[in-house]
């Protein structure tokens, strides 16, 4: 008697689980892990807190998070705004606005983000003979602010032609200009669609600031992964990578909440349509 469908679906379900619960259970019979707790999870980076030892997480938390958000909102929100310029810039009718906009979105879009920062870090600088402002550090957050916009650009350019075009036009047949029609009824509403990818914009955004470590900090300017890093080559738990295991903590901490809030985000959209 042949199987049923239902049946065969229940049988290599469960196959399925079987190889990867064995395939787990190799993984936790082969790993060495008193050498994985003492690189990884070393007592002097986590402290004991029922003790009044908190480790290096103070440091972590109050320099590396606190200077990390710092840079990510400074990046976004001047992205954000140079965005809005190239979009409406791709958008326009005149040509020559046209193509200095998709140029533009196309080259920062192209280049690594890291080749910008170190470029407008030390090239530009250099070439120019131009000091940027906030030395070394606000080089590096010009550089993530160039490739972020290109990047939102595109996304706000979307959201503005998805929006219905008899807005603009019942907009314009009450009398309203162009760029006041432009700001006023279709921004809103192309910002209300594209509320999702810029919250993912910014969670990349979060990350990307670990890119600056490249262009060297003072103390107190360290950002996340460069003050691990430091941590790493000269404190209790030098040697070993706990430090990295902490900086990877606090970021899925950051990231984690905003990764659900754009799932949330997308699903409401997708109810209101």
């Known amino acids: 008697?042949?199987?049923?469908?239902?049946t065969r679906r229940r049988l290599s379900r469960a196959v399925l689980y079987a190889v990867l619960l064995g395939?787990?259970?190799l993984v936790v019979l082969a790993a060495d892990w008193p050498t994985i707790?003492?690189?990884?999870f070393a007592p002097a980076g986590f402290g004991n807190p029922l003790q009044g030892d908190w480790g290096t997480w103070p440091d972590l938390i109050t320099v590396g998070v606190k200077n990390t958000l710092i840079y990510t909102v400074?990046?976004?929100v001047a992205g954000l705004a140079l965005a809005i310029v190239l979009a409406l810039m791709k958008l326009s009718p005149v040509g020559p606005y046209r193509w200095l906009a998709t140029g533009y979105i196309e080259f920062f879009r192209g280049l690594p983000a890291l080749l910008v920062v170190l470029l407008m870090a030390f090239g530009i600088p250099i070439a120019f003979q131009w000091t940027p402002p906030g030395g070394a550090v606000g080089a590096g957050v010009i550089g993530l602010i160039l490739v972020a916009g290109a990047y939102m650009a595109e996304t706000i350019r979307a959201g503005i032609q998805a929006v219905p075009k008899g807005q603009s036009e019942a907009a314009r047949s009450l009398g309203m200009s162009a760029g006041r029609?432009?700001?006023t009824v279709v921004l809103p509403q192309a910002f209300r669609?594209?509320?999702?990818?810029?919250?993912?914009e910014f969670v990349l955004l979060i990350k990307d600031t670990a890119l600056l470590f490249v262009i060297g900090f003072a103390a107190d300017q360290r950002e996340l992964t460069t003050l691990a890093r430091d941590f790493v080559a000269s404190s209790p738990t030098a040697g070993t990578s706990t430090s990295y295991i902490q900086a990877a903590i606090l970021y899925l901490l950051i990231t984690l909440p905003l990764t659900r809030l754009v799932a949330w985000l997308e699903r409401r959209q997708q109810r209101a349509r």
């Open 1 to 6: 008697m042949p199987m049923k469908r239902s």
């Open 23 to 25: 395939l787990l259970v």
């Open 37 to 40: 707790r003492a690189n990884f």
């Open 74 to 76: 400074i990046a976004f």
């Open 181 to 183: 029609t432009t700001l």
């Open 193 to 200: 669609i594209v509320i999702p990818p810029l919250t993912n």
